[in-house]
């Protein structure tokens, strides 16, 4: 299995407060993405990163801020959560050579209250 | 921009029924494709790819072939089982921007 952690799996918030998630690789792949999964809408990409401190967004990234300062981590940051950002969040990486497949991590259900 | 398009669900077949997921996209360059399974309460796993026209390909039975002319990546299979019973998602990976872009996902239910 490729090695791709999400931390926290689970998380319980209040409205207002900052929520940080983390992705963690050990495969030094060069991509990685977030996504938010929600009944009826499939993946949807949040923001991505070609490198260290190169990111861009994706189709649903207001709201959302990411950084990534080292090769093995990207971090998802929710300034002020909402309870329209409750959702599963999945983060996955991918190789320099496009033609390979991406790998996700296990998710993390984030509840917003 | 990139864009990706697949039938809506729920399927629901029988076992050792033909299996069709229709999968369009739209994309600049040359994106490769791809279909990931979901099986429940667990996160997506490649099921097969193809990464340039009129490439096929194959995993478990399962085949999807990259036709250019038409923009589509349809995924077939020719008798399904009760254990297919999954989530499946259409994906491409630009070749110009790096993003990897997902379908809404279609559900496979196969009842025996």
């Known amino acids: 299995d490729a090695g791709i952690t999400q931390s926290p799996r689970h998380k319980v918030t209040e409205t207002g407060t900052p929520v940080t998630l983390r992705c963690h690789q050990t495969?030094?792949?060069?991509?990685m993405y977030w996504y938010r999964q929600d009944p009826g809408h499939g993946l949807r990409l949040i923001h991505y990163?070609?490198?260290?401190?190169?990111?861009d967004k994706g189709e649903v990234s207001d709201g959302y801020s990411v950084s990534r300062s080292k090769t093995e981590d990207f971090l998802l940051t929710l300034e002020s959560a909402t309870s329209s950002q409750t959702s599963v969040y999945f983060c996955?990486?991918?190789?320099?050579?496009?033609?390979?497949?991406?790998?996700f991590g296990q998710g993390t259900r984030l509840t917003v209250v | 921009g990139d864009s990706v398009t697949q039938m809506e669900g729920p399927v629901t077949l029988s076992e050792e029924a033909f299996l069709t997921i229709n999968c369009t996209y739209t994309?600049?360059?040359?994106?490769?494709l791809f279909w990931y399974v979901q099986y429940p309460g667990e996160g997506l796993q490649l099921l097969l790819k193809?990464?340039?026209?009129?490439d096929k390909g194959s995993n478990k039975g399962f085949e999807a072939t990259y036709r250019k002319e038409t923009t589509s990546f349809h995924l077939e299979k020719g008798s399904v089982q009760v254990s297919d019973s999954a989530v499946y998602f259409c994906?491409?990976?630009?070749?110009?921007?790096?993003?990897?872009?997902f379908g809404q996902g279609t559900t496979l239910q196969v009842k025996p």
């Open positions: 994906a491409l990976h630009s070749s110009n921007t790096g993003k990897l872009i």
């Open positions: 990163s070609y490198g260290v401190k190169d990111t």
């Open positions: 193809a990464t340039k026209a009129d």
């Open positions: 994309a600049t360059g040359y994106p490769s």
């Open positions: 495969e030094n792949h060069r991509y």
């Open positions: 996955a990486i991918s190789d320099l050579d496009l033609r390979t497949e991406a790998f």
